[in-house]
């Protein structure tokens, strides 16, 4: 039996979504039943689910507010000579208003992938909403079409909770006190262009990196479930990046 190389489908959805600063927001309209698609800014909650910040006033909203049922297409062609061949994914589920303790996640971690919404975020009419999926159609280029389920795009974070408690402090900390570190972690680990990188989350699996309008997603190689595996992994992956990038600072030790 050949063995399998590269990404998984799901490991691709879930780079895809956390890598989105866009995504184009299908539901059913309101007036007409149609399909109604637009334009929305995302981020991501802990588990890998999709943040919004829309306004009520705003079509879509209301086609929400009405019926949760939608789709989110995350599309990652960008700069692709031949965008069918590359890799997009459709998100179907339910987009919710986030309530309760999820409120303030939601706004940390929304305003940390796009500060520029912060102008607006405290409008009456706006809130945040979370896109909860129930499956995901991958197309990975021509011929590699797959069905993902909800359970292998979700990241479990039971267990985590002193983690993602810490986790506004943890990514204050990196951004003020190691910032060579990230852009190391973007250039070195990741092959992105230099830039000023700063983390904007922090969760299990990895953490995701922002630079203008440009994301990074940072995995890790175990499961991190706590402050000091935070700060452990980071410290590890900062000494790898430093390897990779002979003339590198030294720091986060």
């Not at 705003?58 to 031949?82: E, F, K, M, Q, Y």
């Not at 990895?206 to 595996?229: E, M």
């Not at 992994?233 to 600072?249: F, K, Q």
């Amino acid at each position: 039996m050949p063995s399998h190389s590269g990404p998984t489908p799901a490991e691709d959805v879930r780079a895809l979504v956390r890598n989105a600063t866009t995504a184009s927001l299908a539901s059913l309209d309101l007036a007409t039943g149609h399909p109604y698609a637009s334009l929305v800014l995302t981020a991501t909650a802990p588990d890998g689910r999709p943040l919004l910040l829309v306004s009520r006033l705003a079509r879509h909203t209301r086609n929400i507010l009405a019926d949760p049922r939608s789709s989110l297409l995350v599309d990652g062609t960008s700069g692709s000579a031949d965008p069918l061949a590359g890799g997009r994914a459709t998100l179907i589920g339910q987009l919710a208003p986030v309530a309760g303790e999820m409120t303030g996640m939601a706004r940390q971690r929304f305003l940390a992938r796009h500060p520029n919404a912060e102008g607006y975020a405290g409008f009456a009419d706006f809130g945040f909403y979370a896109f909860t999926p129930e499956c995901a159609h991958y197309i990975g280029g021509f011929g590699r079409i797959v069905e993902v389920e909800a359970g292998d795009i979700l990241v479990d974070t039971a267990g985590a909770e002193s983690l993602l408690a810490a986790e506004a402090g943890i990514v204050a900390q990196m951004n003020a006190d190691h910032a060579d570190a990230i852009n190391l972690y973007a250039t070195a680990l990741l092959g992105e262009p230099a830039d000023s990188w700063r983390m904007s989350g922090i969760d299990p699996d990895g953490a995701d990196l922002t630079a203008g309008r440009r994301a990074a997603r940072l995995s890790f190689s175990k499961r991190v479930c706590n402050p000091d595996d935070a700060r452990r992994t980071l410290a590890d992956l900062a000494h790898a990046a430093r390897g990779a990038s002979p003339r590198a600072p030294e720091g986060l030790t």
